[in-house]
């Protein structure tokens, strides 16, 4: 079965650190995959998606993702966190042809100055 | 533009009660998927809906329902509600189906039953 796990629950940092969330999927066929992050009392909001091609995906907020196949992870990274970058971060896959989306456990990104 | 609203945004119901929550997607969007997102967890999804019909359902009781309207506004509806309900409910619209459209979410309604 698909399943999404984030090896870290919560990742503090200090400002203007980099800082690296990470994501392994298990899928034994094409997924697509996503980060969105969730700020207190709010929605969830999509930060970067791969779907194929290049491996390296950029999204807003200068965070960044790459997709491993072999080590099937999808590590989401900034090189220098911000107050503001605090919330809590969340990986998704849907396997390709499906409807189903598969989310992750969350990580609390917690920027400290 | 709009983005997903949802109403009510927070609800107090009682065990046993039945509850009705309300979406409405970004204007265009034809597609709107219910999450469930118990305090410390990621969501889970419930269910999809294309063009008012159902695409797809989690894996939650017969007690959970949903609906879409013509004008592509949702209902989720849960009843005989238990206290594991307590939870944010989210609502995410697309454009279509597939991977490559965009889920949006919506800010969510916060469910507690005691």
């Known amino acids: 079965a698909q399943s999404v796990t984030q090896l870290d629950s919560q990742v503090p940092v200090f400002e203007e650190a980099p800082v690296e969330l990470r994501c392994n999927y298990s899928?034994?066929?094409?997924?697509?995959l996503f980060w969105y992050v969730q700020y207190p009392n709010q929605g969830l909001q999509l930060l970067l998606k791969?779907?194929?091609?290049?491996?390296l995906v950029k999204g807003i907020n200068g965070f960044e993702a790459e997709f491993n196949k072999s080590q099937t992870s999808f590590h989401l990274r900034k090189p220098s966190v911000h107050i503001s970058d605090t919330a809590e971060y969340f990986c998704?896959?849907?396997?390709?042809?499906?409807?189903?989306?598969?989310f992750g456990t969350g990580t609390r990104l917690k920027v400290l100055a | 533009d709009a983005g997903v609203t949802q109403s009510p945004t927070h609800l107090i119901k009682t065990r046993g009660q039945q509850v009705t929550l309300r979406c409405s997607p970004i204007?265009?969007?034809?597609?709107v998927s219910w999450y469930q997102q118990v305090l410390g967890q990621g969501p889970q999804f419930i269910f999809q809906?294309?063009?008012?019909?159902?695409?797809g359902r989690g894996n939650f009781p017969d007690r959970f329902s949903a609906r879409q309207f013509p004008n592509y506004s949702s209902e989720l509806n849960v009843n005989a509600l238990l206290l594991g309900d307590s939870a944010l409910y989210l609502c995410?619209?697309?454009?279509?189906?597939?991977?490559?459209?965009?889920?949006?979410f919506g800010p969510g309604t916060r469910l507690t039953v005691l």
């Open positions: 995410a619209s697309s454009l279509g189906v597939g991977g490559a459209d965009t889920q949006y």
């Open positions: 899928s034994s066929v094409s997924v697509y």
């Open positions: 791969y779907l194929s091609g290049s491996t």
């Open positions: 998704a896959a849907l396997t390709s042809g499906t409807y189903k989306y598969i």
């Open positions: 204007s265009g969007h034809k597609s």
């Open positions: 809906y294309y063009e008012k019909e159902e695409r």
